[in-house]
Nanobody, 128 residues
Framework: QVRLVESGGGLVQAGDSLRLSCAIS????????MGWFRRAPGKERDFVAA????????YYAESVKGRFTISKDNAQNTLYLQMNGLQPEDTALYYC?????????????????????WGQGTQVTVSS
């Protein structure tokens, strides 16, 4: 089956940077979008960033715009999230996700429901 494994989380101080990776493996499947979500303690799983297969559509949550950068390596089947200027409010469990079809419209790339496959998450903790 399709498997997503995140890595790169950790404990950092405010202002530091981290780079999350998401390795995707399993049988080939059609997908037109990949994304990152996060869940802070006591909160819902929120959208962070998304990118389409061609890389020409990229979306960010307002709270991370200008600090986080999503990218991917199709040849390596890996999704990345470069996080700069981390703040305590960025503390969360970060999940990567991919859609399981080619028919997800761009406006839905920010929604959890658009994604079919999820990783287990990697913890990011930012101390002040």
């Amino acid at each position: 089956q399709v498997r997503l494994v995140e890595s790169g989380g950790g404990l950092v101080q405010a202002g530091d940077s981290l780079r999350l990776s998401c390795a995707i493996s399993g049988p080939p499947f059609a997908s037109n979008a990949m994304g990152w979500f996060r869940r802070a303690p006591g909160k819902e799983r929120d959208f962070v960033a998304a990118i389409n297969w061609n890389g020409d559509r990229i979306y960010y949550a307002e709270s991370v715009k200008g600090r986080f950068t999503i990218s991917k390596d199709n040849a390596q089947n890996t999704l990345y999230l470069q996080m700069n200027g981390l703040q305590p409010e960025d503390t969360a469990l970060y999940y990567c996700a991919v859609t399981g079809s080619l028919s997800v419209p761009p406006e839905q790339m920010r929604t959890r429901q658009a994604y079919d496959y999820w990783g287990q998450g990697t913890q990011v903790t930012v101390s002040s």
